[in-house]
């Protein structure tokens, strides 16, 4: 379906609106705004036509935040000769869609006929500015290819859409609308329109401006209420092309800077240039489709990214869905900071930002449960409130606490940038306050328990002792007992308390087997019958989860993902037996599995398997392997899993103890090489691997 | 606060509307109609005057329900002189209200001084039928004691009234009304006043009747939107009373039969006579209170009996509030069935029948979730379909399935009624299919366990192997063992299925102790620091639920319940040592804790915590010792165990192996006699204890 060049990808046919997958492909974003590629022209609906904001949330109900859609600012519609393209009475031919990666600009183009056999040539492009946060523009071309008539294009900002809330329960669908945008107000003239509205309770105001501009024709006033809009005449002449822009701007300046669509193109197109210098990973592959997939993965990772902003954070879907209501996860902090660390550390920066700015609400989490220190939420959206209200995730699904401490630890080992250390203390042992509280100690049996918990695969029950939660919980306390030894003021109690759950807290494991057991019910669940699935839909669509957490079976990597995270505390043996184990057991219906598979077999030596699961994961949207990519947007963690698995798993990318860098290439079958840059320890570095050999080089120093 | 009389409760004061202990306390009910003892002209607000019908729920939103608060039947207004008592602008003095719980009649009588100091006795009176379900009525007399003024009286059915749905989680408070009637049409005229009305969805029509008259003055249409009303002018001379009745039908014939106040109330009085003869429970304790206390009880347990109508069955805050949505829950079987077992077995067959009516429904809820079989809902509405959708109690709380089989087979032990013999076996046989399918198999060890589950304490987390689900699911088995024993057909493998889950199914004991456990996790738990209580609310008030499942502290009876359900299973020793270990750490913060630990102790020899437990369940509304009478309405459950610890408890009636019953009275100090009427296998005996002995007769003769 999609069609691989080098450094674009594209798509041919055209399709009657609805929560396509292209939709969501084709999104644009530079991390401020985002927007979905469906247009009112095609007759998406009001809650389809989404343009999302960077923390951009507001309420839908008392504690409770929804993202909120915003105006369309790509509003537009064109008529031929009365025939308006893409509705009935007429049909397109040549359809053809193409996102290129380089410099973000989306194009479509296709023939219209209408039912008089009337042929136009038409053409959209837009992109978001990767140079100025708030800017974005389209420009549509118009040729008549066997007639003259006249067209009429009408370009506005349209506040007439609405938000479509997910329900929180993937097997739930919602069909209620909610109109999140109030106090609508616009003007047009001369050129120009502006825009302001409020989100519901006034927490967000809006405000776009456009200019519009045509190559010919008569331009006037044809605002409707919500949408004040320039309606342009011209009268198209055979052959000749006819060109108008919209230059828009996203709570900037009082009108949009000088400049036309090409020039600022060409200034978005610099901004791009410069960020793929350091994300670029070169490949070498007999697949002609991986280069440009992987490049697909990484140009998404980018339009995630906030812009320069500590306040807010990535959502799972980054900015192309609304879908769990635009929160931030732990798939920030395990999945996408990685790619951010290595490739662009003030990324990275402002997301550990971002998390110590919101610790005082984290405070209040861990209060509202009635314990101590900081409690980091499982879905966050304004400031660090929990916006999961279930028990068996919001309540249960702690291990993000440990996830965000071990994320910001990262950052201080890969980066050596020890101006946030001081921060990042407190933040340790805020957090490791928290576990201190949340373990229960056994006094019959000296131990300390972490009852009810859910850990990352989140087909297991609430169970207790989760591997993964309590090793990772571990190394959170550790972490604050190191910023105590280096100075940070705790009480003096405090670090024999921590120490003490460090050696007395409870994970299952099997010495004979040298076997890691997921939690204390693991080993009693029933056993799953894999090969009586009758489709590749996840599994629960068919069985509820109340069924499904009695089973052994696994929605996603658990201790696997664990031993990539700390290698160090486990042996060869002891990795290849938690992989013999609960690999076959596994059934990737979380898109968070196939990377992090790909990455621990390339890390294990099972090939075969490392290059299936990576292509699984690169092509997760593209390809729509999960069946939800148009329903629910870009898998953004998938995204960080896919570079991982080549830069950690493939390339073998490390810093050892010593912070110097080394690599222990590992490339599949059919690559010939591997070239990409990297940041660590404040230098950029070229790593470079062929079957001959690898090098990594600094300022052009081969330094290893 | 609250007056005991022999036969009445009174309360004196006047106080504004509120959500009142004395609006629940003195609400009225058929068990067929129930309305609140709030009132229009106190100022209670739309969703305060609340009247409900036995199985009178609509959906709010898709699947789920609440129950409709109806028209109000008992709606009127007073003005003497222009002021409106109980409004500003005067005052009441003597302001007393009775319930008479012989005959069911609620009156109140006040005198009214107005700003000029006009004093006007009011009285008004009111009941619901118990001898025709459909009819009630109001009087209201006004006598002038000073003046000769104009009074002014309304008397309508009133569909301005509205539902406010309580949230399901008691820590949450919902402040957004609902409309739930639709469509409300009124006619008056000629004495006669006429309301149809639909809810919400149109699943009920409600249709009401009235006939109002009066004794002096006269009368013209005084209808509102929503309200067809007559309007009573009426000279009021100084020491003359003025009587007006309004006479009420409601989904009855088209016109209220004939007959006035005095009459219809006659009437109810012999229903209610009647019944009174079979429940009746006489005490002679030091305690005057006691007596009309505990007659209490059983009078708002009478009055929770659906009206002969094996299609609803008892909410757990009967028809006096919309609490839990007007739900119907366990507490239905295990707490108020056995009073009507003994007392008024067609009533107790009707809750049975209303079990065998909901099996297709219990077949569904079995299937979504994947199992086999039928699975009673946790709270129940229209039909059997589950209306708890939370994870930690919809889900897991399982018990209720094992506890409905307990009691229907309870039903055939008790009342010997053959007749449903084989509608039973199959719920019997359905429910162990669900069993059989809900319990894992552990094939390391060869065991069965039941994962994730939360039993009767609500405090406890979702754990595994529940000692009470445990038992009880195994009891339900050997009642499907025994009907496939007695002719019902079963597949072959079936019976060997149970027998093998009987056995090896898992419940925790210390053989040491002779303790069995709650659940795996409870001998983890953390120690509860129960000194450390600032109040005597409710610990969920201060404490998450994520908190206190942490906590070795249990809400209510667990085990302690079930050695009174399946006293064989235990031994006396083991009886005992649950009672030491439980009972200190129960906080009884459900009101199905205490009447149930007054059993318990009554049978285990604790006269002193026999005694004050049995208080606390007798008075638990009457006193408002939970403290939300007036915000949550009657708490059923509380009654029925009150019954069970009287009759059960201090009495000892038990029916042994053979059928035939035989009293162990245990009387708490301070009482000197004790007499009750009960039904066994189709007998009826009456049962009388003194200081010097005990007898059972039946008609007259003494049987043991």
Known sequence: MIEY???????????????????????????YIGSRAAFLQDGALPYERCTFMAGGFDYISPGITDIVNLPDLFHFTATVAESTPGQSGGHYTGFHQTLNLKNGLYTRGAVWTDEQ?????????????????????????????????????LLGLDAGVLNLPVHDDQTMVNHQTVQMLKDAGGKSGQGLCGLTAQSRTGRLTIDMRCRVTQSDGTQEDGSTADCPARKLTVRLKQNQTVRAEKLISVNGPDHPPPGDFTSWLEESGKAWALRWENADIEVEAEDPQLQAALRYNLFQLMQCRPFDDPNVS?????????????????????????????TNPAAARDLVRFRLNTLPDARENAKALNLEGARYPWMCAVGGKEQCHTWDIGRSEIHITADVAYAANEYLRVTGDNSLRDELSQLFVETARYWASRFSYDGIKDVYNLLFVKGPDEYCGVSSNNAYTVI???????????????????????????????????????????????????LRLE???????????????????????????????????????????????QKQAIWSFYEPTTLHDSSLSFGIHAWAAAVLGKRDKAMAYFNKSLFLDLENIMGNTGTEGIHAAALGASWQAAVFGFAGLSLGGTGVPSLSPRLPDGWSAMRFAFYANGKRYRAEMTRDGWSIREKGEEIL
Chains 1, 2 share one sequence.
């Open 5 to 31: 060049g080098n450094w674009h990808i594209s798509a041919s046919g055209y399709r009657a609106h609805a929560p396509q997958h292209l939709e969501s492909l084709f999104c644009q974003s530079n991390g």
């Open 527 to 573: 056993p799953f019958d894999f090969g009586g699935r009758e489709t590749d839909a996840p599994v629960y669509r068919t069985l509820d989860y109340d069924r499904l957490q009695r089973f052994r079976v696994l929605k996603q990597a658990d201790l696997i993902l664990l031993i990539l995270l700390l290698p160090e505390l486990f042996t060869e043996s």
């Open 314 to 342: 990535v959502g799972a879907r980054g900015l192309t869905h609304a879908r769990y209501k635009g929160c931030y996860f732990w798939d920030t902090e395990l999945f996408i900071q990685p790619f951010f660390l290595y």
């Open 472 to 522: 990772l919980a571990r190394h959170n306390l550790q972490l604050a007992l190191e910023a105590a030894e280096n100075g940070y003021a705790v009480s003096p109690e405090e670090p024999a308390k921590w120490r003490e759950i460090i050696e007395k807290s409870q994970v299952g494991y099997d010495a004979e087997r040298e076997l890691y057991i997921q939690d204390d019910d693991f």
């Open 117 to 153: 056999g009337r042929e136009t040539a038409i053409k959209i492009s837009r992109f978001i500015s990767m140079a100025d946060k708030h800017l974005a523009a389209l420009c549509i071309e118009l040729t008549a290819l066997n007639h003259e008539s006249e067209a009429v294009l």
